[in-house]
T-cell receptor
């Protein structure tokens, strides 16, 4: 089975940097997804990490350490529109190709 | 606007009603999924269809019945639901196999309330 843990809620100030952590335990690992979900809307794909290291995409970066079972999503120059839920999902090997999601981290950005 | 469309967006039904949720994807994908999203809980996978065949059913109660008539359409038939089934039901699609991983595209969901 898989166990995915991320903080329930975080708050940050507009213009700041925030790091959302995700730890996982899984038997077999193929990769890790981050999705963003605004209230009442569909989750949208942000990133996929399969190798250790940092992947940068504009203001958003995602980091993975396979040996530690750890990932984080880094959001820079925060904007009010970044207030959303951020979902970590693990793609495990050995059978189903479907990712398993964590509970999500609700990020609130205030002025 | 997403490539995955769900209808209706909101649904209120009684415990004795029968209703259906509809999902349509315009992305040419060959796999479709139903997820349930309840407050404070992770997204729960309910059903997976790949190439129109059901490949996974995570012990979902029989009061939920999926149907996938073709690769573009997916239904979730509901009957005799319970109040605890109230949740956001999300449909997603992806292309399998795809570069070794699955990037799922989600619809905006149907907010279901069972009274």
């Amino acid at each position: 089975g898989q166990n995915i843990d991320q903080p329930t809620e975080m708050t940050a100030t507009e213009g700041a940097i925030v790091q959302i952590n995700c730890t996982y335990q899984t038997s077999g690992f193929n990769g890790l997804f981050w999705y963003q979900q605004h209230a009442g809307e569909a989750p949208t794909f942000l990133s996929y990490n399969v190798l250790d290291g940092l992947e940068e995409k504009g203001r958003f970066s995602s980091f993975l350490s396979r040996s530690k079972g750890y990932s984080y999503l880094l959001l820079k120059e925060l904007q009010m529109k970044d207030s959303a839920s951020y979902l970590c999902a693990v793609h495990a090997s050995g059978g189903s190709y479907i990712p398993t999601f964590g509970r999500g981290t609700s990020l609130i950005v205030h002025p | 606007e997403t490539g995955v469309t769900q209808t209706p967006r909101h649904l209120v039904m009684g415990m004795t009603n029968k209703k259906s949720l509809k999902c349509e994807q315009h992305l040419g994908h060959n796999a479709m999924y139903w997820y349930k999203q309840s407050a404070k809980k992770p997204l729960e996978l309910m059903f997976v269809y790949s190439l129109e065949e059901r490949v996974e059913n995570n012990s979902v109660p029989s009061r939920f019945s999926p149907e996938c008539p073709n690769s573009s359409h997916l239904f979730l038939h509901l009957h005799t639901l319970q109040p605890e089934d109230s949740a956001l039901y999300l449909c997603a699609s992806s292309q399998e196999p795809n570069r070794g991983y699955t990037e799922a595209f989600f619809g905006q969901g149907t907010r279901l309330t069972v009274v």
